[in-house]
């Protein structure tokens, strides 16, 4: 007998299915197999698509029914072949009690269940109109390529939240110091609302309208949010308003400036300090960070013209500066930026 022809079957993989898999690698997003076919099957094709796993492909048909020992199965190996559509759906419920974020990808009938027990279900455009219908998202044109453009956005939205959420709340700590350290006691709080105006637009207004648009990257960690942004806005707020309040009190009763002129000192200490937390958010390096170093530039440029611009002046009630009121300025503004920087450091935020 002679060969005349060898013919080979075989998963044909897209393109771009191998960088699919390394962004969500990069990303720390794990990416398990369901299929219906035999387990060398399937793990052949998540072995050739670059999907990780330490252990073998699974045989769904002898998958454990504890929840707990089905969860680190399944997060060992990279693939689970001849599962049925329950079998899917208790994988799935496995990874969600566990605290996982877990997403389904499906196009058929067989994993509606999947689907509905998924945390955010997606679905094939040319599936089964039933997983259509059950689905949070459904991808047109069956390119699983466009899930990273969207995961990536998703978490720079998020990251972009948690900056801009430290920045508000940072203001709310030390106006409320201020609050309760000197207008309660004294009746009079160190700034006018026309004052606190220029200083929230130039330290909180702008920075986070283009903050919140910015692009951004690194990984982002949803859990403890709220713990997150307090662990940083209220040790920099409460270091800012003590440099608010010894700022002012030094220009009204140690160098007696009268209320004008300390309000200007008060004014002047949250425009610093507020830039200089813009800054301290900003952690990625490069080009980002320079953009964000001229963004403060710019604000603080505003805050000039106001002070210089009679009119702009006279309307925020500022005063021109003095000499004692630059050393109150000064004093406050090392105090809260230099108490900031050091408590933030101790903390390792």
Known sequence: MTPLGLVVLAERLRPNAADTVAFF??????????????????GAIARDAGVPGSAAALDGEALPSDPEALRDAVLSAPAVGRISPEGKRA????????????????????????????????????????????????????????????????????????????????????????????????????????QFTIASTVTIGIPA?????????????????LHTVARFAIPAGIAIGLGIITGYLLAR????????????????????CGLAVVMRLETEGGRRRLAVAGLCTLMAAVFALALAIPFL????????????????????????????????RLLRV
């Open 253 to 272: 009763y140690g160098f007696d400036l009268g209320l004008t002129r300390s309000r200007t000192v008060a004014t002047g200490i949250i425009v610093v």
């Open 91 to 194: 994988v799935l419920g496995a990874l969600a009690g566990a605290g996982r974020y877990a997403a389904m990808l499906g196009d058929g009938v067989n994993d509606v269940p999947a689907l509905k027990e998924a945390r955010l279900a997606i679905a094939q455009g040319s599936g089964a109109q039933m997983s259509r219908s059950v689905a949070d998202l459904v991808l047109v044109r069956d390119d699983f390529a466009v899930v990273p453009g969207m995961v990536a956005e998703g978490r720079q939205i998020l990251r972009n939240i948690q900056r801009v959420a430290s920045l508000f709340i940072t203001k709310s700590v030390f106006a409320a110091m201020a609050g309760l350290a000197i207008a309660i006691p004294t009746g009079v709080y160190p700034l006018l609302p026309r």
């Open 25 to 42: 690698n990069d990303q720390g997003v794990l990416l398990k197999v369901l299929s219906g076919d035999a387990p060398p099957t399937v």
């Open 313 to 344: 002046r006279h309307f925020y009630e500022l005063t021109t500066p003095t000499g004692d009121a630059v050393a109150a300025w000064a004093i406050g503004t090392g105090l809260g930026v230099g108490l900031m920087l050091v408590v933030l």
């Open 209 to 225: 309208f283009v903050l919140a648009l910015a692009p951004s990257s690194g990984p982002w960690r949803p859990e403890n949010f």
